[in-house]
């Protein structure tokens, strides 16, 4: 239904506006506007604002790499007055290209912030372990692995890095920020290429689609990758899921750690508080995580 409110010459305060968007990442330079660079935000707001006739600036949920692809990716902006939400999401259907989509456009309450009152971001990569590869319909979205990998040691090793941690040996470290994260979720899905129930005369048995379910409450940069290609390395038998489990007493980025291609990648959900919880949550999320020290010693 169709959501209208104040005209915009009777007031100047500012109303925010919740975007869901999903993009196939291939042809972008990642999330990030960059001058000379095409980039899912520089496309996003190059026709929001042509559209609202105004200029519009972007908040995201996550801000995606070069290649990553997106189902569930959340944005904000504010704008001078609340648009017909119904009408926006039909014009910029027509108006944005065929690789990016506004999914669902809704109004926000003022405490709602995309990125920082997110509790739970969620990450599905997705592998293949066809002897001929991803299929050609799949091959922007999925990777190719060695037939034969370990599944059951590629779940050993991924039930080990889960809870709170200091997960520098998988990120890229960004100065002044912390690489502390929360794990919740790290789970190995197989079925059958194209999907549960889908007829397949002839496939074979081992043309299985793997897809790892990734949540935490945060990520650091590179972090699901890193993560992916360190379990895969037990899964391919070059590594132990033990090795994986040692990586979380390193604190600095472990060269050892293969980092999987990006675009097996895609930011599939973010989850988000009750709107009286919002401004709790974004207090939260601007402190500096630490692990708990045993003993009363300080976190690290």
Not at 94 to 102: A, Y
Request: charged share 25%.
């Amino acid at each position: 239904m169709a959501v209208t409110m104040q005209d915009p010459v009777a007031t100047s305060v500012a109303v925010r506006v919740r975007l869901d968007i999903a993009y196939d990442g291939t042809d972008f330079t990642g999330w990030a506007r960059q001058p000379g660079l095409r980039t899912v935000q520089g496309v996003l707001e190059e026709s929001l604002s042509k559209v609202l006739r105004e200029p519009i600036q972007l908040t995201v949920a996550g801000r995606t790499d070069a290649g990553v692809h997106a189902e569930g990716q959340v944005a904000h902006f504010d704008t001078t007055a609340l648009p017909d939400c119904d009408k926006l999401l039909h014009r910029l259907a027509r108006f944005l290209p065929k690789d990016v989509r506004v999914t669902g456009i809704r109004p926000a309450p003022p405490e709602f912030d995309a990125r920082f009152s997110a509790i739970r971001r969620h990450y599905a990569y997705r592998l293949t372990t066809a002897p001929y590869g991803a299929p050609p319909l799949l091959a922007r979205s999925v990777v190719a692995c060695r037939p034969g990998v370990d599944l059951d040691a590629m779940r050993e090793a991924s039930r080990k890095l889960l809870g709170l941690h200091d997960f520098a040996a998988f990120c890229r470290r960004r100065e002044g920020a912390t690489t502390v994260r929360e794990l919740q979720r790290f789970e190995w899905v197989a079925t059958p290429i194209g999907g549960p129930g889908v007829d397949r005369p002839g496939s074979e048995p081992e043309a299985a689609m793997l897809t790892a379910y990734v949540s935490a409450d945060a990520f650091c940069w590179s972090m699901v990758r890193s993560l992916v290609g360190a379990v895969l390395a037990v899964g391919e038998g070059r590594r132990t899921p033990e090795w994986v489990e040692s990586l979380l007493g390193q604190r600095e980025r472990s060269s050892a750690v293969t980092v999987a291609p990006a675009h097996g990648l895609s930011l599939i959900g973010v989850d988000y508080p009750a709107d009286a919880d919002l401004a709790a949550r974004n207090a939260e999320t601007r402190e500096m995580r630490t692990i708990p020290a045993a003993d009363g010693c300080c976190g690290g």
